[in-house]
T-cell receptor, first 114, second 114 residues
């Protein structure tokens, strides 16, 4: 049973480019969460999605960041016009249903903005 | 708003010695508490969780944690550490009042001396 999958594992973008991070939840999981880990810091919640719905985006920066979880395919975290401060590790987690707070994490995507 | 404090940023322990990592939380309702471990360049692995019931919970890799409501603490322990336990450890809190999102502490980095 495959775990949470994220790709790419490493992504380098120049300032002003777009970054697309993908996350496939564990089999049978329909809830996806994105967290960001800045260097030397803990993880900070960004957004919580179910299929075709954003449930909670209270941790998302107001501009340049968006997330989706379509009916088919992986969840996508999109960062437009990246800046150096976006350099971080972005982790996706999944859970089986609302009310089950046990989240399983993917290996992360390490974004470097040059 | 919920918060998690891990007072120790770094801990160095000799192989075979006992280990205790501190975690204090602030949460306005019944908390669900978690400990995750992160090896360098890797994602987070769930060590153990507390939802209700027995306040001493057992996890994987020989770890245990004790929930103390009066002290708002959820400290992690291991009687005898192995070199492979060198990693960063994160405490997290969630629950119904927070929706499904987790709030993480800043982490404790554990170094194991031979």
């Amino acid at each position: 049973n495959a775990g949470v999958m994220q790709n790419p594992r490493h992504l380098v973008r120049r300032r002003g480019q777009e970054a697309r991070l993908r996350c496939s939840p564990m089999k049978g999981h329909s809830h996806v969460y994105w967290y960001r880990q800045l260097p030397e810091e803990g993880l900070k919640f960004m957004v919580y999605l179910q299929k075709e719905n954003i449930i909670d985006e209270s941790g998302m920066p107001k501009e340049r960041f968006s997330a989706e979880f379509p009916k088919e395919g992986p969840s996508i975290l999109r960062i437009q016009q990246v800046v150096r401060g976006d350099s971080a590790a972005y982790f996706c987690a999944s859970s089986s249903a609302q009310g089950t707070y046990e989240q399983y994490f993917g290996p992360g995507t390490r974004l470097t903005v040059t | 708003a919920q918060s998690v404090t891990q007072p120790d940023i770094h801990i160095t322990v000799s192989e075979g010695a006992s280990l205790e990592l501190r975690c204090n939380y602030s949460y306005g309702a019944t908390p669900y508490l978690f400990w995750y471990v992160q090896s360098p360049g890797q994602g987070l692995q769930l060590l153990l969780k507390y939802f209700s019931g027995d306040t001493l919970v057992q996890g994987i890799k020989g770890f245990e944690a004790e929930f103390k409501r009066s002290q708002s603490s959820f400290n992690l322990r291991k009687p005898s550490v192995h070199w492979s336990d060198a990693a960063e450890y994160f405490c997290a809190v969630g629950g119904k009042a927070a929706g499904n999102k987790l709030t993480f502490g800043g982490g404790t980095r554990v170094l194991v001396k031979p």
